[in-house]
């Protein structure tokens, strides 16, 4: 992943960062909602409808802003797989109390490309949410797909979000992460972060999904939610 890489070394990267547990979901449960709600599976929504709030819905709650732009996904809010769409790696969707899920209704939307749709009509008015989850589909996550793919997919979308005014204005930071590894580095994965203020910068302590979190409850200004309490944070090691 050349481009990638590049990015990396531009700007900064966790060289200690690791996924919670095996399969995908859970994973994404903590990032969104501070918890593994003792999920084991990647069942979809019906099996898991979870209570209480998400990062999404806590922001949205106190009048911030909250996003989720899934590739492939058929409409708002999808609650099951369709063709390369994974409700796996869409966690609001999961999220049943009724005000998450008129939220996720709303601000869960299909993610379209880098020359239309909803990401890039925020990117372009300078209007990105204080929490936007980008979710590739199947193939450009690097599940189905090689890494190569995965690398030309990300190429345009970086360039176009690095253009818009969220991130010259320095007031937008870019995490680029894994769910999981293939079970053969004791679930170490990659993490990047890009940022204006950046300069090659490594991180070398241990860090964690529930880190990312807790960076994006704290930039929200709203409580950290369940196990992401007392975590290190993970945005607050790059400085930010």
Known sequence: MPFLM?????????????????????????????????????????????QGPSLFGQLVSADRTAKTY????????A?????????RHNPWTYFADPAERASCEQFDVPAGSP?????????????????????????????D??????????????????????????????????????????????????HPSLDDRQVTTRLDHYGVSASIARIGGVPLLRDANNRTDALAAFGL
Request: proline share 6%.
């Open 6 to 50: 590049s990015q990396a070394r531009t700007y900064g990267t966790a060289t200690n960062f690791y996924a919670i547990r095996h399969p995908s979901l859970p994973n994404y449960l903590v990032l969104a909602g501070g918890s593994t709600f003792g999920i084991t599976d990647d069942d979809d929504p019906r099996a898991h409808q979870l």
């Open 70 to 77: 899934a590739e492939a996904m058929p409409t708002n809010c």
């Open 79 to 87: 609650r099951e797989n369709h063709e390369t769409y994974a409700v």
């Open 115 to 143: 020359t239309a749709g909803a990401l890039v009509d925020d990117i372009t008015a300078g209007n990105l949410p204080t929490f936007g989850l980008l979710a590739p589909d199947l193939c450009h996550n690097g599940h």
């Open 145 to 194: 797909c090689s890494a190569a793919i995965t690398d030309d997919w990300l190429q345009p979308w970086l360039l176009t979000i690095k253009e818009g005014r969220d991130f010259t204005s320095g007031r937008l930071a870019i995490v680029i992460t894994w769910d999981e590894d293939d079970d053969h580095s004791g679930n170490q994965v990659p993490m990047m972060v890009i």
